[in-house]
């Protein structure tokens, strides 16, 4: 399943990787943690993960980070 841009664009920057919350995203992005909120949910389902953690190994072994 593809990932939006904005979805993507949060793992590229590697920012849940680093272990930023959703407010120090939002601050990265220059968007709202909201909208970061909605986007980190997108990414779950998108990967089929049910926390951070797990989400980013499964984006890490599907290539896209």
Not at 15 to 33: P, R, T, W
Not at 47 to 60: E, K, M, P, Y
Request: proline share 0%; net charge positive.
């Amino acid at each position: 399943r593809a990932l939006s841009s904005a979805a993507s664009d949060v793992y590229k920057r590697q920012l849940v990787a680093q272990g930023m919350s959703n407010k120090q995203i939002a601050y990265e992005m220059g968007v709202s943690e909201a909208t970061v909120k909605l986007h980190i949910n997108a990414l779950l389902r998108s990967v089929g993960a049910t926390n951070r953690t797990q989400a980013l190994i499964r984006a890490q072994q599907m290539g896209l980070i």
